[in-house]
């Protein structure tokens, strides 16, 4: 019984996990499915979406602008002083 | 689930950060470190947990890509994921979704806001939560000018941007320095609303955006980041900018808002008084306002105008292309209205960059507020106006240096004559008028009956004809319209006049409008004046050939002014006896009894019998003491459309000219007779020796007035009739339209009427030649009753010596002496008769040489050139000059001098 039960679990789960992939695709978040899941299971545990997205969106930010900075010792640099090449040129100040 | 969440949230983090980022544990520290922190620090959302919003959210933002299909699709996956009832939290993934929804067509972005992660970065490293950080302090994004269009990260912004619009409409004005700058190709893909606004602002307007390059934004890219200190000095300094921005947008319509409000007094957009505001900002919006004020005026003009049921074509269309100005500008305010909205909803998370200010407000409604201006202008002058006038209104401010006015303008007029030009298709190819609001500047008197239709029916109505339109074009127009109903309606020619001149289109759309607007001189002037050409030439053929125009007017000549001479003649001779009776025993038909007779004796009869037909005799009134030759007269009748040319009153001239004419006539008659009476009478008065002195008299008296009247014949004849007819002959034959006709025929009746003397300069001439021609007659009877006693006498004298031989013959005394003293006793009765006789020429001789001399000091001093001739020609042996001494100046000298000078 336990185990249909949870078969049933497993194929709703599956089910629920299809159609948010599904509609992930459909926003055409960039989600693929283990990220999307790992989002799930955070979201259940009650982290705030916000929160999470911004951290999504900043971590592609950052592995993007990593791939772009071709010079290699600045990267982690600039990555550890939090400048970027743009606030300098802006003038603005940074910490 | 099942399996899974055992795990805590720290390693899910981790094996997420790896994921996204591709890289191995060790190498995210960082952004692991970072990951934890916001996640931690920020455990209470700052939005309603709400899973319907979510979901609409959702649904309005897949709208917005235009993806109808996918809304619906999504909605259904929703129903499945809400049946399915496994996630807890759907509303928190729904919305971690929609957070990280990307929209495919975007743009590419330009601008890595990474600069603000990247700031925030440090920052929260050190202490302050990304949340937590006012946005006040947060820089406002500058473009990345970086040059080769750089990596276009196509993330979205580090707020919470979940409505795109946030942050597209930065992005709007930004993309522009892009273009400027390496030619980069405009972001002309992905209409989001935002880039909208961009491209919606100088576009605005009703011109066609034909360029992508928007002119406005420009002063947007100069922005400097700048710390945003309005926003945040709410409480303290009343009224805050957004408030004031929302009160601004109300303003725009034409609504009174919470703090500005419409002033009656002053006519103006007024701030409250009791509002604290600082300086600027109660500038900046009074500056703002004004474009609410050109706003209501415009549109109270229309307003007003729908509801005036009279106002006619022209003025609708006018108020439609002001309401199509009106409709552009009222989707700026749309869309700036929704930027508010948007805000509304994002509360102040938005941040700065999305959001409107005045000075965004200023800018962005710089052209507006140009265009509006004019079209306020516009409606200012129009006022009151309508029809051809409203269209000349609209023309003249056309003339202006500025092109995008001009172009606003010439699009405007474009659509006002529109009507205008409709109106005058019609009229020049089917001449029909439907202008139930006088708007054209062809009017219609529906009083005006047939017969006068050429005349009356049509006129100009010179105030609404518009100014690009020229008087002569304007002149050319009504004539062929007029011809048009003339030919259907008087003529009951019913050709269609497609027939008449090959139609080309008529201006079917504005558009045509607008083109024959711009080339006025040739295409425009082109049509009219083939459409002239073509209806003239078909008109004075259907005239001359079924109504045989020109010949009616060579058989006026012919009859009316005596040009049929053996006719004339014949005629005179038959009513010679008629005439000479008193007026009032003449009957109609016996004189037009002898007209008939008269027609078909002489060359007459061989003439059109049209023409015979309308010849009658006409009987003027009879004043007391008349004979016939006062009352008789002949007669042409028209009518149909001949009577156009020959009107009632061109009748009349013509009855008073043949009036003249044929008194004319009758004196040179007269004198034929007297000298016909002299010849005769010459041989038989022989024997009386004692008349020839008498008789002497007559005949030098006769001489004379046949020489007068002789001048005056050839005078009339060739001086006047024959070079006025010339005149018109040359005329009529050169007339391309039936006014010229009309006018040719009215100068030449003018001219004859003058220099036959009819006219009221020349009354006193006039009176002298009447005084001349009734001495005449009074001659004639003079000699007529010398000649009966004188030949009375001859006969008794002749049956005396007949008596006489006849005695003798029979052997007696020849006569008796008392018979032969009753015989002298008559004869001297006879000769004592003799100087009555002639002291009575004398006096006649007198009598008329003083009038002819009379006459001849008024001629020779008429301005009239001919006449001064005449006076030469009357004189030419200097006859009367010698008797008068004011006569005795010479021709040359008496020009220019005045009589009293004489």
Request: with cysteine; aromatic share 8%.
């Amino acid at each position: 019984m336990a185990s249909s039960a949870n078969a049933n679990n497993m194929n709703a789960v599956r089910e629920t996990m299809d159609v948010l992939l599904e509609i992930s695709r459909l926003l055409n978040t960039g989600l693929d499915m283990e990220s999307l899941s790992i989002c799930v299971r955070l979201c259940e545990q009650g982290i705030n979406p916000e929160a999470l997205s911004s951290v999504i969106k900043e971590l592609r930010k950052a592995s993007d602008s990593l791939k772009v900075r071709t010079c290699s010792g600045d990267r982690d640099r600039y990555l550890q002083n939090g400048v970027n090449r743009d606030t300098i040129e802006q003038g603005c100040p940074h910490f | 689930m099942a399996a899974l969440d055992q795990k805590s949230p720290n390693v899910l983090l981790q094996s997420l950060c790896c994921r996204i980022t591709g890289k191995s544990e060790a190498e995210v520290a960082h952004q692991f470190q970072y990951a934890v922190r916001v996640v931690g620090s920020n455990y209470a959302p700052t939005i309603e947990r709400d899973e319907f919003l979510v979901s609409e959210k959702i649904k309005k933002e897949l709208l917005k890509q235009r993806r109808e299909g996918d809304a619906a699709l999504f909605s259904e996956l929703h129903r499945k994921l809400q049946t399915q009832g496994v996630l807890k939290h759907r509303w928190s993934v729904l919305y971690l979704l929609l957070s990280l929804c990307e929209d495919p067509r975007k743009p590419s972005r330009v601008g890595s806001y990474g600069a603000l992660f990247a700031q925030a970065l440090p920052r929260d490293a050190h202490s302050t939560p990304f949340y937590c950080t006012r946005p006040g302090s947060l820089p406002l994004s500058y473009p990345e000018r970086s040059g080769p269009g750089g990596v276009q990260i196509s993330t979205s912004m580090g707020t919470s941007g979940i409505s795109s619009l946030g942050v597209y409409s930065l992005n709007g004005p930004t993309p522009t320095p892009q273009p400027l700058l390496a030619g980069h190709p405009p972001q002309t893909a992905g209409q989001q609303l935002g880039s909208r606004l961009a491209w919606a602002l100088p576009n605005s307007s009703a011109l066609a955006p034909t360029s992508r390059a928007p002119l406005a934004p420009s002063p947007l890219s100069t922005r400097a980041p700048r710390p945003r200190h309005d926003g945040d000095l709410t409480g303290e300094l009343g009224v805050g900018e957004a408030a004031l921005v929302r009160d601004i947008l109300y303003v725009f319509q034409g609504i009174d808002g919470k703090f500005i409000k419409m002033s009656n007094t002053d006519n103006c957009y007024k701030i409250d008084s009791k509002v604290v505001l600082c300086k600027s900002l109660r500038d900046t919006s009074n500056r703002l306002a004004e474009l609410g004020w050109l706003h209501n005026k415009i549109r109270k003009y229309t307003d007003s105008r729908s509801l005036d049921r009279a106002f006619g074509l022209v003025g609708q269309s006018f108020c439609a292309s002001l309401h199509q100005e009106l409709k552009e500008y009222y989707r700026l305010l749309a869309v700036l209205h929704s930027q508010l909205q948007v805000e509304d909803d994002q509360g102040v998370n938005l941040g700065v960059e999305s959001s409107l200010t005045l000075r965004r407000l200023l800018v962005w409604t710089y052209d507006p507020k140009v265009r509006l201006k004019t079209l306020a202008a516009l409606v200012d002058f129009c006022q009151g106006r309508k029809g051809g006038e409203l269209a000349s209104a609209v023309h003249a401010y056309g003339k202006t240096g500025d092109p995008q006015m001009r172009a606003l303008v010439q699009h405007i007029l474009s659509l006002v004559s529109h009507p205008i030009l409709n109106f005058l298709y019609r009229w020049i190819y089917d001449g029909e008028l439907e202008d139930t609001y006088h708007e054209f500047f062809v009017a219609s008197d529906p009083t005006v009956k047939t017969d006068r239709l050429w005349h009356d029916k049509y006129s100009l109505r010179k105030s609404m004809i518009p100014t690009f339109i020229t008087m002569d074009q304007a002149r050319k127009v009504l004539l062929i319209g007029k011809s048009i109903n003339f030919l259907h309606q008087v003529c009951h020619d019913r050709t269609s006049p497609g027939k008449i001149t090959p139609a080309s289109k008529s201006t079917d759309s504005p558009k045509d409008a607008a083109e024959l607007l711009s080339d006025l001189e040739g295409a425009f002037q082109g049509k009219i004046d083939a459409a002239y050409f073509e209806t003239s030439k078909y008109l004075l053929n259907v005239l001359n050939q079924n109504y045989l125009l020109l010949e009616h007017l060579q058989a006026m000549r012919r009859y009316l002014l005596l040009g049929q001479g053996d006719f004339i003649r014949h005629l005179m001779d038959l009513l010679k006896p008629e005439l000479a009776r008193p007026a009032t025993t003449l009957y109609q038909h016996n004189l037009t009894g002898i007209l008939e007779t008269a027609v078909r004796a002489t060359n007459a009869q061989y003439d059109n019998a049209e023409i015979l037909k309308r010849l009658d005799v006409r009987l003027l009134e009879v004043s007391p003491g008349d004979t016939g030759w006062d009352v008789f007269s002949l007669d042409y009748h028209v009518e149909g459309p001949i009577a156009t040319v020959f009107t009632r009153e061109c009748m009349s001239h013509y009855l008073r000219v043949f009036n003249f004419l044929w008194r004319a006539k009758r004196m040179e008659y007269i004198l034929t007779d007297i000298w016909k009476g002299q010849m005769c009478n010459a041989k038989l008065l022989k024997s009386m020796p004692e008349l020839s002195g008498v008789l002497h008299q007559c005949h030098i008296l006769a001489n004379e007035m046949v020489h007068f009247i002789h001048q005056m014949q050839y005078y009339i004849t060739f001086e006047v009739l024959e070079c006025c007819w010339d005149e018109l002959w040359n005329k009529v034959e050169k007339a391309q339209d039936l006014d010229h006709i009309i006018a040719a025929h009215e100068g030449f009746l003018d001219s004859v009427i003058s220099r036959c003397l009819l006219d009221t300069n020349s009354r006193s001439l006039l009176n002298q030649l009447r005084a001349i021609f009734d001495q005449i007659i009074e001659f004639q009877s003079a000699q007529d009753s010398l000649y009966r006693s004188a030949l009375e006498e001859l006969t008794l004298r002749l049956q005396y010596e007949e008596r006489k031989k006849q005695r003798d013959s029979e052997g007696e005394w020849g006569v008796t002496a008392e018979q032969e003293a009753e015989e002298n006793r008559r004869i001297q009765e006879f000769q004592e008769t003799i100087p009555k006789m002639r002291s009575q020429l004398r006096i006649l001789t007198h009598f008329y040489q003083g009038i002819v001399q009379q006459f001849l000091v008024l001629i020779m001093t008429s301005p009239d050139e001919s006449l001064r001739f005449l006076s030469f020609r009357l004189d030419f042996n200097e006859h009367y000059r010698a008797r008068d001494p004011r006569l005795r100046a010479s021709l040359g000298a008496t020009r220019g001098r005045r009589p009293s000078n004489i």
